[in-house]
T-cell receptor, first 113, second 115 residues
C-alpha cells in the first residue's frame, strides 16, 4: 500500500529565510503528487501538484516542489518565507489506477519575526 | 456551489448517540470523498463515491460508519453508537475526473466531539 513520510513534524524559521519541507513516498510505477496547506481553523487548500512532465512544479504563494523519482521524494521549497506562511503543510500521493489520495502526517511551519 | 460545503461545522454529542454529517460538493463534480483527520495527524481516507455508488469504502473503520449519496450530489456520513475515539474533523472533498489526475477540493470540515 502507498505510504507518505513527512520527516519533520515541526519546522521553525525566521521571516525571509528559505525553507524546505521534506516528503518521501513508497515506490510505485506511476504517481501523482500534491502539497496541500491548512491555515489555522481552515480547510485544506491545494498548493501545487505534479501530474507529469517537468519535475519542477510551481504553486501558489511562491512555493515550488521537485519530483525526484529515483529518491521517491517531492520536497517543497520557498526561497523567502513570510509570517503569513505559518500553517500546516501536507504531502499527498495518489498511485496510478487508484482514486485514493494518501496523506502524510503533516509538517507545521512556524515563521517567526 | 462555489465550494464544498459541510454541515454542521461543529457537533458535540454524547457517547452512544447517532450522528449525521452532511457534504454538499461542487456542482457537477461526480467524485466525492470522505476523510477523517484526528488531532496531529494527516487526513485518513474513509470512502469514495463515483456518482451514487461507493466505489471504495475500504477506509471505513467498522460497521458503525456508513455513508450514502442517493442522488449523486449531496452525501451524508452516518456514525452509529458514537465512541470517544470517533472525535475528529471529518473532511469532505469532491473532484471532476475531467480535470485530470483527480484533483480534490476540500470543504472546511465538520468537527465532531464525542463526550
Amino acid at each position: 500500500a502507498q505510504s507518505v513520510t513527512q520527516l519533520d513534524s515541526q519546522v521553525p524559521v525566521f521571516e525571509e529565510a528559505p525553507v524546505e519541507l521534506r516528503c518521501n513516498y513508497s515506490s510505485s510505477v506511476s504517481v501523482y503528487l500534491f502539497w496541500y496547506v491548512q491555515y489555522p481553523n481552515q480547510g485544506l487548500q491545494l498548493l501545487l501538484k505534479y501530474l507529469s512532465g517537468s519535475t519542477l512544479v510551481k504553486g501558489i504563494n511562491g512555493f515550488e516542489a521537485e519530483f525526484n523519482k529515483s529518491q521517491t521524494s517531492f520536497h517543497l521549497r520557498k526561497p523567502s518565507v513570510h509570517i503569513s506562511d505559518t500553517a500546516e503543510y501536507f504531502c499527498a500521493v495518489r498511485s496510478g489506477g487508484s482514486e485514493k489520495l494518501v496523506f502524510g502526517k503533516g509538517t507545521k511551519l512556524t515563521v517567526n519575526p | 456551489g462555489a465550494g464544498v460545503s459541510q454541515t454542521p461545522s461543529n457537533k458535540v454529542t454524547e457517547k452512544g448517540k447517532y450522528v449525521e454529517l452532511r457534504c454538499d460538493p461542487i456542482s457537477g463534480h461526480t467524485a466525492l470523498y470522505w476523510y477523517r483527520q484526528s488531532l496531529g495527524q494527516g487526513p485518513e481516507f474513509l470512502i469514495y463515491f463515483q456518482g451514487t455508488g461507493a466505489a471504495d469504502d475500504s477506509g471505513l473503520p467498522n460497521d458503525r460508519f456508513f455513508a450514502v449519496r442517493p442522488e449523486g450530489s449531496v452525501s451524508t456520513l452516518k456514525i452509529q453508537r458514537t465512541e470517544r475515539g470517533d472525535s475528529a474533523v471529518y473532511l469532505c472533498a469532491s473532484s471532476s475526473l475531467s480535470s485530470g489526475a483527480n484533483v480534490l477540493t476540500f470543504g472546511a470540515g465538520s468537527r465532531l466531539t464525542v463526550l
